[in-house]
């Protein structure tokens, strides 16, 4: 009976809001934190820093992003690439243009931007709803991409378009190599997640949903819609800008427009539903399954399917297995393996008191 | 001045080619309230699989048949595992779903066909003739001819036979059609395949002017912004919404782009679309919903 | 003689020859009424008579053709939802429009959403005003659940629970605003004798310990007449009756419409 | 960069088992190995397929008729990239450290995005990035970028030899005077890249020059050939990628402009980009560093030893001898050579990437060498040196009849000394940049 709530009495309101109400969940956070901060960079790799564990972070991140706007305050967007290049252009305008600012100040000015562009695309949905405010998430997905490419004074004039990654120096560190970046990419995901799982569960959070499930009861009861969607657009956009910046950066060390077309918005999407709308832990399951599973699928065919199938046709049936899960996640599971999760953990609290539960 | 009409026509006769592709979407929408995301791989799908017979020398029609037959499965296979499954469920989920279902057939057509670009020829020439100090060519007055008898026959279905009849009583309330013994499965199925047929015959054209190939599923991004123009419900809408987006986003490439740089033609047409939107939240031919509490 | 009639306190809400009508259909014509602070007002007709629309007249949610509301010494042509609001009016809908995707806890906490001070910012990094807020209008929202009797589903999701539960929680939640007018659309709709007494109970505790004034639509005469101080019958789209119950009752026109056709 | 796996061997085991214990564990030392970021599906697998169709077949024929390099076998596998950069990254750091104990000879990613994304970390690992006729045009600069290598014609040299070519079709440079250059690009980096250039020789040669965007993907182009109907240009330059080349094609024909005054660029020349065009595509020009067709002695050969003995790489047999699987072959003959170059120096033995570079700096293909190779005619004359790392800059023209490419110039020779100092100006601001100091060239053996 690892998972005993017995005796844990919560005799605070305080208590019962924490994020972790109970004893395990806590200890096992701080575990998995300690294990991300101390032993993976003392054990990882290159590969596994590089190709795995960053765009994992950077994406959890991303997906956090877009689940505020479509998970929690339900408005559908296709333009999640747009916002993270924009977070990621601004941050690296700032970076070259303001003599002295310091990398993280210009990685968050990114955001800044990006959100406010955010606010901008989504003044539309406060006039439509549905799916017709995906055609400003759209146009904010189209638009942003041509503005980066056509214009040479946001990548410095450089004659291909493409910017690189200013030195990755914080605090005086130097952390350009695998492990120092993952380190730096680490930190900043850890933070904006803590933050964000503060957003969900405040009044904020609270107001999103409600917007979300039935948008006149809301109304009714004076929850200000203009101002909870407009905040989300710019929160959700802020998020994204911030992981641009990070893809450009941290990760692939070097960016083009082209990097942030809509394939990416797509990928972002996918995460959020496999890993769970309208859930902070959704996003890191989901980005997990995103990356790992085309990764394992090909080492798979490597290893054991050699000259059974080549890799062309691995990548079509990889496709066609990802259309099936989304689908299959929508049917059987809407709440993605979040949900999968809980359930899993609820289990766990019973157990092996199987009929105690309801 | 001939040269703003040269490109206005230019740009009309594209349209038209947009409406193509709206068509299929507003027939699925209007049946089943899904927002198809996947009918771009289905012309993809279609044309690949036509090409393809063709290649390997079946003689048109019978690829043409063989192809429509191909949809009807896949509409078939759509409707039994894919939207009787998620009946009831919010239309943002349906969209998703239909994004899996693109992927799902992108893999499928191209580990199916390849991926390599496969030339189409339709045997209708593509030449310039000149009309009035217009330019025209066979191959766009043939895609409007096509599209204009699709708009008729479609007309003609929803209005004459039993089934488009009974597919608009679904449209305008699904419970009351299952009450008077609407069989909704097998419209949807009906609605699917009719969807298929006509991506069957954008994916020809288009694939007469491409060439074949993967891309042809980007031209669902063209077809969002005439929907919202044209409304979600209307086939008119569509082919006007076509004409609207085809040549405001030409002449604005031309007589705007290079103020600006060049190259908005991407982007023209949905801030085009969201402009009208703000104005027409239900399109110009689309049916307004009172929101009932 | 030398009574005195007691002067009768200005009316909470007042409607003036209200209109509205969708598209070519009249859906209200010409209707006028007033509500005393304090009392509950119940709206009764048919079908299609037009209750509901009033009801979303009063808080904004349609806008009528023609007509002013009065409501506690201000007049308005048309009310905007968040003026409603901000004025202390809440409602419950015929048909449930609770938030299914959260507890029954944060439904009812949404309700607070006007009387929180503390900003969004002070909220996410749990500085300032917020952390003792936080505390304070959980306190609220658990008397308001304690209230209804819905403790043990505190932290269940709203969209897996019961019909009449979901009646209870979004009562919860209108009354979490704490309403100077409450606005019910059918509290009792297809409920069972048990559940509507239990129901009733708690709109009359809700009149009597909060003070709220009620404008209630309700079908089951028999609850109308046991609950209502004053009665107000549509019949398509026009007023037909309006008084005390009793007097309703005796209202021939009504009779016809509309109680006739129960016996 | 040693990964050491004893440090905390119990996670790493749990990290890597999933992964790594999946491939076969047959030793390969001894094996010269080649990461192929490869791409089979997606919008560019006809490249993809073609040109790593020919490079594969020519490592395997280079196994089966000489046993290798020098008796030290040649071995490769793939990961697909989509031609998506993540993808292509990851593929990189997964193959970077070789196969089996088999060194890492180079990456050859054939695309522009997967390069930049890879070019610090090619230069932080020491492994040669090749990016034949592609890629970063200031990376020619190799004191700035030791381990990148543009081989045989960068972006630059591209329009210049097309503006070459234009100059002598019309009778000489000085007549390019008042002549008129449409140049239809792709709404991208890439796309933008010589644009600058091609001002400056607008500039230099006093032709007038409209610069004309197709935005990607590049699916409709009718207001852009109108607009070039309405300037009536002398000849269009046709900077296309993917599915924009046929549609130019076919749209130029709707607009009655003719086919043979549209030159296409080094990603508008293969069969794929004129033959879904049909007959709009007939009388088109492009440029090409290497002839298609099969009547090479070393395509001979590779038809003998591996297409016959049923291993070649390719699944429609009918794409041997075209342009994409040309080029492919022309890949591994230069990165073949390196090799045998670089074992000239250091040993009949498997390579590290760093040995490579050393060969492939020190490539010198003349007529006789080409000839030994079977390759006459197929590859352009190449030397490199440190300073140097395209070696060529020169292009022959050739025209598709409607089924196939006919060359129709000889080598047309880049304005490198006029490049030159434009690509040094911009590799010096990239080494302040990033803190490189350039090496001394003069210094290098």
């Known amino acids: 009976m690892l998972y005993r709530e017995a005796g844990q009495f919560i005799t605070h309101y305080r208590a019962d809001q924490r994020l972790f109400r109970l004893r395990q969940d806590r200890i096992g956070f701080y575990l998995l934190l300690a294990s991300a901060f101390v032993l993976v960079p003392y054990c990882g790799n290159d590969y596994w820093f590089s190709a795995i564990l960053i765009p994992f972070l950077v994406l959890s991140l991303a997906g956090m992003g877009l689940n505020f706007l479509t998970g929690y305050a339900g408005q559908l967007s296709l333009g999640s690439a747009a916002f993270m290049a924009v977070g990621a252009f601004s941050a690296y305008n700032f970076n070259l243009r303001v003599e002295g600012l310091p990398f993280l100040l210009s990685i968050l000015l990114g955001g800044v931007v990006a959100g406010l562009t955010g606010v901008i695309f989504g003044l539309p949905s406060l006039k439509i709803k549905g799916f017709y405010v995906l055609v400003s998430t759209l146009a904010a ?15 410095n004039d450089s004659s291909s378009g493409v910017i690189t990654a200013p030195p990755l120096d914080v605090f005086g560190l130097d952390l350009s190599s695998p492990a120092g970046r993952y380190l730096l990419t680490l930190t900043i995901v850890t933070a904006l997640g803590l933050l964000a799982a503060n957003i969900v569960r405040s009044e904020l959070g609270r107001n999103w949903m409600a917007v979300r499930d039935m948008d006149t009861a809301a109304a009714v009861i004076g929850i200000a819609i203009p101002k909870t969607k407009l905040l989300a657009f710019a929160i959700s956009s802020f998020y994204l800008g911030i992981a641009g910046s990070l893809w450009a950066f941290t990760y692939l060390g070097t960016v083009e427009p082209h990097g942030f077309d809509i394939n990416r918005s797509f990928q972002i999407l996918f995460i959020i539903i496999i890993g769970g709308m309208g859930s902070i832990l959704g996003n890191f399951l989901g980005a997990a399954f995103i990356v790992l599973f085309p990764v394992l699928m090909s080492h798979i065919a490597n290893g054991l399917l ?33 949900s999968i999760w809980q359930t899993f953990t609820q289990q766990l609290r019973v157990w092996p008191l199987r009929y105690w539960s309801h | 001045m001939s040269f703003f009409f040269e490109v206005l026509v230019g740009g009309l006769l594209a ?80 969209f998703m779903a239909t994004l899996g279902l693109s992927y799902i057939i992108e893999g499928l057509a191209q580990s199916l066909w390849g991926a390599q670009v496969h030339g189409l020829d339709l045997g209708i020439n593509d030449e310039p003739f000149e009309v009035l100090g217009l330019l025209l060519s066979q191959f766009d007055l043939f895609a409007s001819a096509v599209a204009g008898s699709l708009v008729i026959i479609l007309s003609l279905f929803f209005n004459k036979t039993r089934t488009g009849i009974a597919l608009r009583a679904v449209a305008d309330d699904p419970l009351a059609a299952l009450a008077v013994g609407i069989n909704l499965q097998r419209l949807w199925l009906i609605v699917w395949g009719v969807a298929g047929f006509v991506g069957l015959v954008a994916g020809l054209l288009w694939g007469a002017r491409l060439g074949v190939q993967f891309s042809l599923s980007l031209v669902v991004l063209k077809a969002l912004p005439v929907l919202i123009i044209g409304g979600f419900t209307s086939i008119t809408g569509c082919i006007v919404g076509g004409l609207i987006i085809g040549a405001s986003e030409k002449l604005a490439e031309i007589f705007i782009g290079p103020y600006l740089g060049g190259g908005i033609e991407n982007w023209f047409p949905y801030v085009l679309a969201m402009l009208f939107l703000l104005v027409r939240p239900a399109g110009l031919f689309g049916e307004r919903q009172i929101e009932r509490v | 003689m030398n009574t005195t009639q007691p ?29 005393q602070p304090g009392e509950i007002c119940a709206l009764i007709g048919p079908n299609g008579a037009g209750k509901s629309s009033l009801l979303n007249v009063i808080n904004g949610v349609y806008r009528p053709d023609e007509g002013a509301i009065s409501y506690n010494g201000e007049t308005f042509n ?31 906490l949404t309700g607070r959403n006007l009387h929180v001070r503390s900003s969004w910012l002070e909220q996410v990094f749990n500085l300032g005003r917020a952390p003792q807020e936080a505390v304070r209008q959980r306190k609220k929202a658990e008397a308001i659940i304690e209230f209804l009797h819905i403790q043990p589903w505190r932290n269940n999701v709203v969209g897996n629970l019961p019909y009449g539960l979901q009646k209870r929680v979004e009562l919860g939640r209108a009354l979490a605003a704490e309403p100077k007018l409450l606005l019910l659309d059918e509290p009792m709709a297809g409920m069972n004798t048990e559940e509507k007494q239990e129901m009733s109970r708690f709109i009359l505790a809700t009149q009597r310990e909060f003070g709220t004034t009620i404008v209630l639509i ?46 | 960069m040693k990964v050491n796996i004893n440090k905390c061997a119990g996670l790493v085991l749990a990290l890597n088992l999933a992964l790594v214990a999946t491939s076969p564990n047959a030793r390969a030392d001894g094996e010269q190995y080649f990461p192929l970021q490869s791409y089979r599906i997606g919008p560019y697998a006809a490249g993809g397929s073609g040109f790593f169709g020919g490079f594969i077949d020519y490592l395997q024929y280079v196994n089966l008729k000489e046993g290798g390099v020098n008796n030290v076998k040649l071995t490769w ?11 292509g990254v990851e593929c990189y750091e997964r193959l970077k450290h070789g196969l089996n104990g088999a060194p890492a000879a180079a990456t050859n990613p054939l695309s522009v995005g997967i390069a930049y994304a890879t070019l610090d970390r090619s230069t932080a690992d020491k492994l040669p990035l090749i990016t034949i006729n592609h890629g970063r045009t200031d990376s020619t600069d190799g004191s700035v970028f030791p381990y990148i290598f543009p081989l045989q014609l960068n972006p630059y040299s591209e329009v210049s030899a097309i503006i070459n070519y234009i100059g002598t079709e019309s009778g000489g440079l000085e007549k390019l005077k008042g002549k008129k250059i449409v140049t239809l690009y792709h709404g991208s980096p890439y796309g933008k890249e010589t644009n600058g250039i091609l001002e400056l020789l607008a500039k230099k040669y006093g032709f007038k020059l409209t610069l004309l965007e197709v935005p990607h993907p590049g699916n409709e182009q009718q207001s852009q050939w109108l607009n070039i109907r309405r300037i009536k240009p002398d000849w269009v330059i046709l900077r296309g990628w993917g599915v924009m080349n046929p549609v130019a094609l076919k749209t130029a024909q709707k607009t009655g402009f003719p086919a043979d005054h549209i030159i296409g660029n080094i990603w508008s020349n293969s069969e794929d980009d004129a033959a879904p065009a049909g007959n709009a595509a007939k009388g088109f020009i492009s440029i090409t560093t290497h002839p298609s067709g099969t009547n090479f002695p070393v395509l001979q050969d590779i038809d003998k030893y591996v297409i016959k003995a049923s291993k070649g790489n390719l699944e429609d047999a009918k794409r041997f001898g075209t ?36 060969g492939f700096e020190h490539i010198h293909l003349d007529d006789k060498r080409l000839a030994e190779l079977g390759a006459l005619g197929l590859v352009q004359p190449l030397k490199l040196t440190c300073s140097d790392h395209e070696g060529g800059g020169a292009v022959r023209f050739q025209q598709w009849d409607g089924s196939k490419w006919n060359v129709i110039s000889d080598w047309v020779q880049a304005d490198r000394d006029l490049l030159r100092p434009i690509i040094e100006e911009s590799s010096h601001k990239y080494a302040k940049e990033k803190g490189i100091t350039p090496r001394d060239c003069s210094k290098e053996s």
């Open chain 1, 141 to 155: 997905q189209f638009f942003v991409q041509w503005v980066f490419t056509n214009f040479a004074w946001f990548s």
């Open chain 1, 306 to 338: 050699v000259g059974v199938m080549d890799s062309g046709h691995l990548e079509n049936f990889q496709k066609i297995v990802f259309g099936m899960l989304i689908i299959g996640f929508l049917i059987k599971e809407p709440n993605g393996l979040a």
């Open chain 2, 15 to 94: 349209g038209v080619m947009y409406s193509l592709v709206a068509i299929g979407f507003v027939l699925i929408y209007k049946a089943s309230g899904v927002f198809n995301f996947a009918q771009g791989s289905m012309v993809l799908f279609s044309a690949l699989t036509f090409v393809s017979l063709l290649e390997r020398s079946y003689p048109f029609w019978l690829a043409f048949v063989l192809t429509l037959l191909i949809m009807l499965v896949l509409a078939w296979v759509i409707e039994r595992w894919v939207l009787r499954k998620l009946v009831n469920r919010s239309p943002i989920t349906l």
């Open chain 3, 7 to 35: 002067l009768s306190p200005p009316p909470l809400l007042q409607l003036e020859h209200i209109s509205l009508s969708f598209k070519a259909v009249k859906a209200i014509t010409n209707i006028s009424f007033a509500v």
């Open chain 3, 78 to 108: 048309i009310m905007q939802t968040h003026h409603a609001a901000e004025r202390g009016i809440t409602r419950t809908f015929q048909n449930i429009a609770l938030f299914k995707g959260m507890s029954v806890l944060d439904n009812v």
């Open chain 3, 218 to 263: 309700e079908h089951d005469i028999g609850v109308v007449m046991a609950l209502s101080d004053h009665v107000v019958v549509l019949d398509y789209g026009k007023k037909i009756g309006d008084g005390k119950p009793e007097e309703v009752r005796q209202n021939p026109q009504v009779i016809a419409a509309y109680l006739g056709t129960q016996h």
């Open chain 4, 77 to 87: 596998s793939e990961c697909e990239t989509e031609y998506v950069v993540e993808k």
């Open chain 4, 323 to 358: 342009v994409y699987y040309n080029l492919g072959v022309v890949n591994g003959i230069l990165n073949v050579e390196a090799v045998r170059v670089a074992q000239e120096k250091y040993g009949k033995r498997p390579l590290t990437g760093e040995e490579v570079r050393w």
